[in-house]
Every structure is written in structure tokens, then in C-alpha cells.
């Protein structure tokens, strides 16, 4: 089992661009979460998906869309990327109410 | 709302020495608490939970952690220190939503001085 992947693993954009980014789970996970993670701020939750066909706002939604493809996927997308948006992003994944399984993270630089 | 505190953004200890990593949360209903280590250019990884029962929680990598509800406390500890054990690590707390949400606090880095 590969367990939570995401790709792409680095990624540099322009102010501006658009793109996606993909996180996937082989682990049967009902919820999906994506993260963020800055210096000193700890994770923090831009969206989740509490199960397939449903996504909800959490701490940092602003700048950022979700789908839930399916039960496996669950995909980021930046609109109009911004220098704020410079982060590690994290995708994780769980079952009920317990341990979230994180993948390897995505870094993104806007410039 | 449910909040998380580490205290301390950095921690210096010797090899040998004893590793505290303290972390106090508010919680309005009982909750569910983690301990998460990060280890450079990774993702996070679980070190250990409580959910109910004995509020004496051991981990992996020789880690533990109590959970003291008076204090509203779950610092994590190790008898010894390891190089190895250099990283981030990460308290968390269940939302109280029941959605499985985690608020997490905002890290502890590690430092293991030979």
C-alpha cells in the first residue's frame, strides 16, 4: 500500500498562474483533509472532505478550491496563486475519528 | 473553541537526557489528543494518541505521554535522548464538532546536542 500521496512534490509559480494539486489514498479513508504549513504557525486546515461528494471549509479556505473525485482523491486547486500562498501543503487522511495519515507534502514557492 | 499550546518553540537537550515537550489544550467536551513527529523533507507521523481509557499513553521510539485532565495537559516525554529523535513534533486536539477535525498547535523543534 502506498498509503497518502501527493504530487507534484515541488512546484514554482508566477503570480498569477493556476494549478492543482493531487493527493490520493489507498487506505479506504472516508475523510480527507488538506493543510498548510508555515514557519511557527503549526498545520493549518484549509479544507476537508468528511466523505465522498462533500467538502467544507476550515481555518484558511480563502485563495483555494477542492473536489472530491472520489473516495480515493482529493485535489487542491489554487485559482490565482499569490505570494501568500508560498507554503508546505499536506494532505492526510482518516477513518472515523482517528489518527490522520499524512502524505510526503507538496512545496510551493509563488513568485 | 479548541485550542492547543506548546510551550516552547525550541528545545535543546543532550544525548542521554531526558526530552519533555509540553503541550496544554482547552477543550470544551473530552477529547481525543496526538502527538505527531516531523522529520525533515517528510510528512507527519504518529507517535502516539489517547482516546479513553489509561491516561498513560506509550508510543513509538520509546515515547510516552499522560494525560492529565486537572491540567488539561498531554506532555510528551522520553527517558533518553537519541540523535535520531531530532524533528518537529506536534500536539493535537480532536475538534469538538465529532468531525474527526484535529487543531493542532504550532510546533516544538528539537534539537539532540551530542
Known amino acids: 500500500n502506498a498509503g497518502v500521496t501527493q504530487t507534484p512534490k515541488f512546484q514554482v509559480l508566477k503570480t498569477g498562474q493556476s494549478m492543482t494539486l493531487q493527493c490520493a489514498q489507498d487506505?479506504?479513508?472516508?475523510?480527507m483533509y488538506w493543510y498548510r504549513q508555515d514557519p511557527g504557525m503549526g498545520l493549518r486546515l484549509i479544507y476537508y472532505s468528511a466523505s465522498e461528494g462533500t467538502t467544507d471549509k476550515g481555518e484558511v479556505p480563502n485563495g483555494y478550491n477542492v473536489s472530491r473525485l472520489n473516495k480515493r482523491e482529493f485535489s487542491l486547486r489554487l485559482e490565482s496563486a499569490a505570494p501568500s500562498q508560498t507554503s508546505v501543503y499536506f494532505c492526510a487522511g482518516q477513518q472515523g475519528a482517528g489518527e490522520q495519515f499524512f502524505g510526503p507534502g507538496t512545496r510551493l514557492t509563488v513568485l | 473553541a479548541q485550542s492547543v499550546t506548546q510551550l516552547g518553540s525550541h528545545v535543546s537537550v543532550s544525548e542521554g537526557a531526558l526530552v519533555l515537550l509540553r503541550c496544554n489544550y482547552s477543550?470544551?467536551?473530552?477529547?481525543?489528543l496526538f502527538w505527531y513527529v516531523q522529520y525533515p523533507n517528510q510528512g507527519l507521523q504518529l507517535l502516539l494518541k489517547y482516546t479513553t481509557g489509561a491516561t498513560l499513553v506509550k508510543g513509538i521510539n520509546g515515547f510516552e505521554a499522560e494525560f492529565k485532565k486537572s491540567e488539561t495537559s498531554f506532555h510528551l516525554t522520553k527517558p533518553s535522548a537519541h540523535m535520531s529523535d531530532a524533528a518537529e513534533y506536534f500536539c493535537?486536539?480532536?475538534?469538538?464538532?465529532?468531525?474527526?477535525?484535529?487543531?493542532f498547535g504550532q510546533g516544538t523543534t528539537l534539537q539532540v546536542k551530542p
Open positions: 493535537a486536539v480532536s475538534d469538538s464538532s465529532n468531525t474527526g477535525k484535529l487543531i
Open positions: 477543550s470544551s467536551v473530552p477529547p481525543y
Open positions: 487506505m479506504n479513508h472516508n475523510s
